[in-house]
């Protein structure tokens, strides 16, 4: 007997590190969604400038071989440098939108890690419940202990509610009416 009350003592000692697991994992997965949601929403906006990433990259490269390599008048190697700029504008709004999208898809795939993992728990916890009644149960066993029930009462349905008028009060709502349909065939 003194096993089994051992037993429960450390099935229940489980318990609690589980449960706090389970709470800071939910909290992370709350906290993930939200970032997914605010994320999502600006991946959503530049999403149209991702699909030229290579075709800028290639252009910057080109703007800057060009001016590092050939002769130009200071007129058009100043318009060189502002092109590549421009390109270089273009191309960081592409990345930054990528990168968004990018930590969009790990995102996601932290919420499915951390629901796996608070199924998992939950399993546990659910196995350390049924161990617990288990040894409960054959805790009562030994001890004799018959589970108690309580009774059960029949029910009696209730009867529905009257609602009651005094007759005082009909003579009120009657006379009510009666001035109500008198003033108005005076007017």
Known sequence: ???????????KKKIPPLIESVKRSRRRLSYKVAEKA???KLAE????????????RRRKESLEFR????????????ELIR???????RL???????????????IDGD???LTKSIEQIEASIAEVDKRLDVLYSELRR????ARRQRPRQERIPSEPRRVEVSLADIAVIKDNKQRRSDGDDGD
């Open 83 to 89: 092109k590549k700029n421009e390109v270089e504008a």
């Open 92 to 106: 960081n709004e592409a990345l930054k939108s990528y990168r968004l999208r990018r930590k969009v898809e790990y």
């Open 142 to 145: 030994m001890t004799g202990e």
């Open 45 to 56: 906006a530049s999403k149209e400038s991702t699909k030229e990433i290579g075709f800028l």
């Open 1 to 11: 007997m003194d096993e089994i009350k051992r037993s429960i003592d450390e099935e």
């Open 67 to 78: 001016i590092a390599t050939e002769a130009f008048t200071l007129e058009a190697e100043k």
């Open 38 to 40: 605010a994320v999502s």
């Open 111 to 113: 919420i499915v890690e």
